[in-house]
């Protein structure tokens, strides 16, 4: 009896070592579902910090700038309350609206509400899941806050708050879910590699609607309203250029190749449009201007934006040049002869430059154009359909953002009994109507 124990104990141990040493064999492809990139990881937790320093402290500086010093701490008091608040909405329902599991081709559900499901242990691909969705929080801080660009100096405080919030939630949220998240024009081929639509486009519309619904500030044509500090503003932009290499090599989501690439071309593109703006000012006006040179960069930073995942060196050349040029005469003819008080110039810049930027990736990107060939195309695309698809991406989220922007300004003015300050308050300026403080005290 004994012996016919000891045989089953052992056979049950056969059992048990044959069983654990197939788990041993199984357990590199059962954990490698589950590894951690380390280098992709610490690349973009890198990028998250670069694009929100883009926000805080390189936009508010860049637009703290170039306003009046009357003004100066509103705008600094815009962009950070911006940041907190859509920071917040973004944990309660932003994520889960953008890459949430999609209920349909325009939106990503609820199901992510408050980061539901999502642990330490969550993965993104290669990367956890929490790196991919704080990464992407930063987009989401800076693409209303662009639009402050266009209302500074002649909006209270809590009507920029109430419309940020609607606004980046009814269209912020969608666009990005209809782009990145699995909706129906990344299912179409959009080329929209870091947010040319989803970034400036929106925020460009969004401003030029947001400029004609709440009209001129009461100098404009009238008396020069120059910027009070080119330092603040130069220093805010040198912020923006080196956190857009976050933006844009940030969003091929790994440390590789393509992310070296975007960065470069990232790069060309932006001192190109700074390079074209200055030859242009110099060639009309006898003297380059700072504020044209940085405002150029700005211009060839957002045209190359959507196009960075997919052009050349030689490519981002023309992007740039394209931008620098094309922005910079929308930008006279916004103000000069339309007479649109865009303040800080968010639609010519961000807004044409997006659009122009996301036409060209559908040129640039084809493979047999010589030198200026960039990725190729996706197979079963020709450059006269991939270049539909970009008109369709440009002008659906255009037209959406139109609609939706008046609305909201509608909404939120009956909210706050009219959006915009009076005139005695504009003339006493935002940092004492609006804070009751300075921005300097002399």
């Known amino acids: 009896m004994l012996f016919k124990g000891t045989i089953i104990m052992i056979s049950k141990f056969s059992n048990l070592k044959y069983i654990f040493g197939l788990a041993l064999l199984l357990a590199p492809s059962i954990s490698s579902a589950q590894e951690i990139n380390g280098a992709n990881t610490a690349w973009i937790l890198t990028s998250t910090a670069l694009v929100l320093f883009m926000t805080l402290p390189g936009l508010s500086l860049f637009y703290g700038g170039l306003v009046r010093t009357k003004n100066v701490l509103s705008v600094l008091m815009q962009c950070f ?3 907190v608040t859509i920071s917040i909405l973004w944990l309660i329902v932003g994520y889960s609206i953008a890459f949430g599991p999609s209920e349909s081709a325009y939106w ?5 509400m408050f980061f539901s499901g999502i642990d ?6 290669d990367i956890p899941e929490t790196v991919f969705a704080g990464f992407q929080m930063t987009f989401a801080i800076i693409t209303p806050a662009l639009i402050v660009g266009a209302f500074v100096e002649r909006i209270k405080f809590s009507s920029m708050l109430i419309f940020s919030i609607l606004w980046t939630l009814i269209v912020y949220f969608p666009v990005a879910n209809w782009v990145w998240g699995g909706g129906w024009l990344g299912s179409m081929g959009l080329i929209d590699f870091a947010g040319g639509t989803v970034v400036h486009v929106t925020a460009g519309v969004g401003a030029l609607v947001t400029a004609l619904v709440i ?7 009238q008396t020069a309203t120059l910027p009070h500090n080119l330092t603040m503003s130069f220093t805010g932009a040198a912020m923006l250029w080196v956190g857009w290499f976050g933006f844009n090599a940030g969003s091929a989501l790994a440390a590789d190749g393509a992310a070296g690439m975007a960065l470069f071309v990232t790069h060309i593109s932006a ?3 700074a390079l074209t703006w200055m030859v242009i000012e110099w060639l009309k006006f006898g ?9 150029g960069m700005v211009a060839g930073l957002a045209t190359i934006t959507p196009a960075s995942g997919s052009v050349g060196p030689a490519g981002a050349l023309l992007v740039g040049l394209a931008g620098g040029i094309i922005c910079y005469y929308a930008t006279t003819y916004l103000k000069q002869n339309l007479k649109i008080d865009d303040s800080l110039d968010v639609f010519p810049v961000h807004g044409v430059g997006g659009m122009v930027g996301t036409f060209l990736a559908g040129i640039l990107v084809s493979s047999n154009l010589g030198i200026f060939s960039g990725n190729g195309l996706a197979e079963g695309m020709t450059v006269g359909s991939q270049v539909g698809v970009q008109v369709t991406g ?4 255009g037209i959406y953002t139109a609609i939706v922007t008046f609305i909201l300004l509608k909404i939120v003015g009956a909210l706050t009994s009219g959006i915009r300050i009076t005139d005695e308050q504009e003339q006493v300026g935002c940092d004492i109507t609006d804070h009751d403080e300075k921005g300097y005290s002399m």
């Open 120 to 125: 330490i242990n969550s993965m993104s691909g």
């Open 394 to 397: 440009i002008l659906a989220t």
């Open 287 to 295: 003297k380059p201007s700072g504020l044209g040179a940085i405002t």
């Open 81 to 83: 309350a911006i940041a």
């Open 108 to 112: 990503g559900g609820l199901s992510r």
């Open 271 to 273: 001192a190109t449009g």
């Open 215 to 221: 009209g001129q500030r009461k100098e404009f044509g």
